[in-house]
């Protein structure tokens, strides 16, 4: 009956390797919401079968930061995907992933110490590290990942590119409330005052969008802008960045295709959102 629990690497791996059929992988921590959903349902267009992994990634946290809160639904998880026809569902545990004297990091330099790697100075080593984990476990034929951490799928497709992964990279858009919070597990920390302040953050991508079409192109100025609508909701910005979506090199000025990305600290919880200005 689908999908099928899977706990180990090796029972992984063995399933795996019996599999001739082109294979989909969504890598996820659970909580899932339709933002996680959409990966799913892009991911079962696209291939035979798919598989989807749930866990809560404990080298991706620092230790101030939120791993023992993180919401966890297990039950509730495997129903959804049993729902949206998952084939299998890889939960490993700490033990699993995380023997010990594991020794072994994967590292990607540059665009993993600006924007939020200035913040979370080893959050993208962890991510990488437990993806390519992952990777080397399923040998997935395509990887599933949301624009919603639009630097973490440029810091996947270049680790894929230069450790000479076997699988595609496909990035997926951002899915948003019906007033534009872009979802994320995190949204469960707001309080209900504290979700309207949130809309801060899709609010001020909207101003820049609506700032650039009406000719500002200043990044100074359109970031001011921004600041001020997000400051006036009583949030804390991280930061408000205007960066080219290749090379992540800040721009001076927008243009059409370029990013703007920020992360927007509201009561305790940190949420982060990005556009493209089109
Ligand atoms: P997470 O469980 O937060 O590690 O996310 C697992 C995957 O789902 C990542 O590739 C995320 O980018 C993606 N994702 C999370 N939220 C959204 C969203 N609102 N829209 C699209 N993808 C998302």
């Not at 101030?64 to 049993?82: A, M, S, V």
């Not at 699993?96 to 924007?115: A, R, S």
């Not at 809309?199 to 600041?227: D, H, T």
């Amino acid at each position: 009956m689908k999908p099928k629990l899977i706990k180990t690497s090796k029972e992984m791996s063995e399933i795996r390797n019996r599999i001739s059929s082109k294979i989909a992988f969504v890598p996820t921590m659970g909580s899932l919401h339709q933002g996680h959903l959409s990966l799913v349902d892009t991911a079962i267009e696209k291939a035979e079968v798919v598989i989807v992994s749930i866990y809560v990634n404990p080298t991706q946290f620092s230790i101030d930061e939120d791993l023992t809160e993180y919401p966890r639904d297990l039950d509730k998880d495997i129903k959804l995907l049993k729902e949206h026809q998952v084939d299998y569902v890889f939960f490993p545990d700490d033990e699993q992933m995380y023997p010990q004297g594991f020794k072994t990091w994967v590292d990607v330099e540059d665009i993993t110490q600006i924007l939020c790697g200035k913040t979370r100075p080893t959050h993208f080593r962890g991510v990488t590290t437990i993806v390519s984990k992952l990777l080397n476990i399923i040998n997935p034929d395509l990887i599933f990942l949301g624009e919603k951490d639009f630097q973490q799928l440029a810091v996947i497709k270049q680790m894929v590119s230069d450790l000479n992964f076997q699988t595609e990279v496909i990035g997926c858009p951002i899915v948003r409330e019906f007033d534009g919070l872009a979802l994320s597990s995190r949204n469960k920390y707001l309080t209900a005052e504290g979700r309207k302040r949130a809309l801060c953050l899709y609010k001020s991508l909207l101003l820049a969008q609506n700032l650039f079409r009406g000719g500002m192109v200043n990044s100074n100025k359109i970031i001011s802008q921004m600041s001020n609508l997000i400051v006036n909701a009583a949030c804390v910005i991280d930061y408000i960045e205007v960066f080219d979506p290749f090379s992540f090199e800040h721009l001076p000025e927008l243009s059409p295709g370029c990013r703007i990305a920020l992360a927007v600290i509201v009561d305790n919880t940190r949420l982060i959102d990005n556009i493209e200005i089109r």
